[in-house]
């Protein structure tokens, strides 16, 4: 079955610096990755999405890369806010058939005002 | 876009006392329905998915089980808690097919104590 891995775990910045995200998938047949934002308390909301036909997708401070040769993919925040503060996760699905997603095992990022 | 309804918010359960998590979708027909449980700073573990009423596939091995009744309701349920069962129950709706969005509901926090 698919494995995501996502690094890091912990992600600390200072307000208005950049922050990457990574994960890294196994099954190459996979072709819907997306990510979501988890606020304490809430539930995981969709923030931004991409297929593997696109390589790059950006909505406004927020941007997702794709590199399906070595099978991983990416979120970019730039001109973080103390708000962006939330866990973050990735995943990917589609591979086989499967209609289940596989989650990478989230990312804390704390923003510091 | 879907709304998913979950019910209760909240409940406190005492070890051995049954468990009924009722979650029911708006706005979309014949979805995938999946529950999940978070246990506290952690990731989302896949309980139960369902691609339609009766048909349920189960993850991971316990004392949990779910139903579907209807084609927009999902259930999940013990007879027996245990104070391993403490965490956060998502459900999650996605359309049919590959590679689509998934929805969460609000949650339910549930403490067994």
């Known amino acids: 079955g698919e494995n995501v891995e996502q690094h890091p775990s912990t992600l600390s910045v200072q307000e208005g610096d950049s922050a990457v995200i990574k994960c890294t998938y196994s099954d190459s047949a996979s072709n819907y990755f997306p990510w979501y934002k988890q606020e304490l308390g809430k539930r995981p909301q969709l923030i931004i999405d991409i297929r593997s036909n696109v390589g790059e997708k950006k909505d406004q401070r927020i941007a997702v890369t794709l590199n399906k040769t070595a099978k991983h993919f990416s979120l970019h925040i730039t001109e973080t806010q103390p708000e962006d503060s939330a866990v973050y996760f990735c995943?990917?699905?589609?591979?086989?058939?499967?209609?289940?997603?596989?989650f990478g095992r989230g990312t804390s990022l704390i923003v510091h005002p | 876009s879907q709304t998913i309804h979950q019910w209760p918010a909240t409940l406190v359960q005492p070890v051995g006392s049954p468990l009924s998590l009722e979650c029911t979708v708006e706005?979309?027909?014949?979805?995938?329905l999946y529950w999940y449980r978070q246990a506290a700073g952690r990731g989302l573990q896949l309980l139960f998915y369902?691609?339609?009423?009766?048909?349920i596939s189960s993850e991971v091995p316990q004392n949990l089980s779910a139903s579907r009744p209807q084609d927009r309701q999902f259930i999940l349920s013990s007879k027996k808690l245990l104070l391993s069962d403490s965490g956060f129950y998502l459900c999650?709706?996605?359309?049919?097919?590959?590679?689509?969005?998934?929805?969460f509901g609000p949650g339910t926090r549930l403490t067994v104590l």
């Open positions: 995943a990917a699905s589609g591979s086989g058939g499967s209609y289940i997603p596989t």
């Open positions: 369902s691609i339609g009423i009766g048909q």
């Open positions: 706005g979309t027909s014949n979805p995938n």
């Open positions: 999650a709706s996605t359309g049919t097919g590959m590679g689509n969005e998934q929805f």
